[in-house]
């Protein structure tokens, strides 16, 4: 079977653009590929955080998954940092990584300029190796990200492509291994619709965790009425009627976009019916829509969150099978780039 592997930082609440550029994506996967769904919370301390929310949005994101349709009797859920090989290969990987190919990554240089690239934790410039490790340590064959995560993707396959070239092959062959390539050349799959939901405060920037207001972003677990309050306020503009693609109309596109994939319904049908709204008529529309969406999510989170050991014993046995998967890619690494084995 072929392999695919993602995973969100447990950053802070899961919100909407997680769900429709990533986890809800990934639950029509399952069936057709082995799947690994990680809780990347390594990543999470790369940026000033909160010692006391960590373990919480670990869980969390965790029950999240399996609220929004990961079946683990399919799929392999885990947290990253109780696999210590990812760390592990990230440091391989960091060797074989020239600091330019680091030096080019947008979200970098997007999360540094806050604090200044000065000041900028070393972790956060090498996020982008330890993500590759991720995909990378399971031979995955297939990344389903959102948009934004795509340089780092396209980044992962140089990595790999850099790595066979200087360690595989017949060098590897020599130090008694199987030759032929180390790693897999994963691909990204990014989806048609919702692969970059926008920010209910500005169109033209992404809904992220990471953004300091909640009101530029819907969360999973929002309340019905935080939810009918956010769309209320959210950014509109004061053009005739609703469009999708209007350039000038980046909040329309994107409430619009939104609106489609919740319902379930066709682009044209949604252009259909909201043509001629205004916004008074179809704020309402979208919030009954999201809720609608995602109150059977939230129910199930409830329930998931009440028996925690029921949580730990799938994250326990997620991680037993990618530490099984991942060692095989290690004892690879290890002979191929020389080292000595302990015996
Ligand atoms: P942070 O601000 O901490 O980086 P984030 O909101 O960007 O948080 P991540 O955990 O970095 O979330 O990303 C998890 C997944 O969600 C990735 O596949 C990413 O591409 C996807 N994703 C994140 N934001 C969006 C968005 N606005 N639209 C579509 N997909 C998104
Ligand atoms: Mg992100």
Known sequence: KKRVVSGVQPTGSVHLGNYLGAIKNWVALQDTYETLFIIVDHHAITLPYDTRQLGKATTDTAALY???????????????????AHVELMWLLCSSTPIGWLQKMI???????????EN????????????TADILLYQSDFVPVGEDQKQHIEL???????????????????LGGRGGSLFKIPEPLIPQAGAR??????????????????????NLLDSKDLIVDKIKRCKTDSFAGL???????????????????VSGKKKEEVMEECKDMSWGTFKPLLAD??????????????????????????????????????AVTMRNMYQAMGYYQRR
């Open 66 to 84: 399996l609220a929004c349709g990961i079946d683990v009797s399919k799929a392999s859920v885990f947290v990253q940092s109780h696999v210590p």
């Open 107 to 117: 979200q970098f240089k997007e999360k540094s300029r806050k604090e200044g690239v």
């Open 243 to 261: 469009e999708f693609d209007n350039a000038e109309r980046p909040e329309c596109n994107n409430l619009l976009s939104i609106y489609q994939i």
């Open 156 to 174: 992962a396959r140089e990595i790999a492509q850099r790595v066979n070239h200087l360690y595989g092959g017949k060098k590897w062959k020599k």
């Open 197 to 218: 939901v926008m920010s209910l405060t500005d169109g033209l920037s992404k809904m992220s965790k990471s953004a300091p207001s909640d009101q530029s972003r819907i």
């Open 120 to 131: 900028a934790s070393v972790g956060l410039f090498t996020y982008p190796d330890l993500m």
């Open 289 to 326: 829509a999201l809720i609608e969406h995602l109150s059977p999510i939230q129910a199930r989170y409830q329930e998931i969150i009440a028996e925690p050991e029921y949580l730990d014993k799938i994250l326990s046995e997620g991680a037993d099978r990618a530490e099984e998967l991942g």
